[in-house]
């Protein structure tokens, strides 16, 4: 059975937070509430920050820090100058890398959900695991998404084209017939506003420039040199190049624990909240 966020809880976009600066200039919004051991999270493409919602203040309620930051370009974080750079892995690394050193987070357990685990292997692998004591992916879309000739079981350029395309001419559109994905194939109609709420404040050249990211990066070298404990989660029902992106990321790290949640879709820690929540907590406790 699915397990909603409580639809009274989102029925608007939370704005207490505060912001911190990138190395080259730009202003990201945060949000940090708890003490304790701090769970610092990543989200995926086009969302932002509050799409953690459900986790952030029951983690605090239950002895942990938890921070979630919007991505350059998407929810209240500043937006690149048209034509900067900004949105590949190196950039957005380094934004979670002046999160950590602005707040001198340590011991602090990295959770990633889709592209944003590709932002946590690229910070371990350009800026090192001395903050970092454990790592969480969640539905990820590591190590490599590209057809190539040494990587067959890649996505073909073709469709991330395609892709772009739709989004230039209709983004409303696409952000909304990506919702079944997202959130199953019985959504309730509040749960879906709310979420496409949150991944239309997204500028498009950020939800471009990360497609392209998270579509182009070749992170299995990076992947294959986590040497923390690592928790890999995805849903059954998700798409299948996600689920192969999950059980590869699972073979190339040494030691890391792979979990399937039957039945959920790509956003599981909306629609299966309560396991989800007492799976991070056990894990970021351990």
Known sequence: MMRHAPLEALSDIDTAGDVFATADGE???YRDVGTGRPVVFIHGWTLSSEIWRGQLDWLAGQGLRAVAYDRRGHGRSSRPA??????D?????S???ALLDSLDLEDVVLVGHSMGAGEVVRYLARHGDDRISRVMLVAPTTPYNLKTAD??????????D????ALQADLRGFLSAGMPGFLGSNPECALVDWAISIALQAAL????????AFAETDLRAETRAVRLPTLIVYGSADTPNIIASSQRSHAAIAGSRLDVYDGAPHGLFLTHRERFNRDLLA???G
């Open 162 to 165: 395609g892709m772009t395309a």
């Open 89 to 93: 892995y190196d950039s957005l690394a």
């Open 205 to 212: 050249p950020a939800q471009i420039g990360c497609m392209r």
């Open 283 to 285: 894990f970021a406790r």
């Open 27 to 29: 202003r990201l919004f």
């Open 82 to 87: 048209a034509g900067a750079a900004g949105y």
């Open 95 to 97: 934004d979670l890398a």
């Open 151 to 160: 990587n067959p079981e890649g996505i073909d350029r073709s469709v991330y």
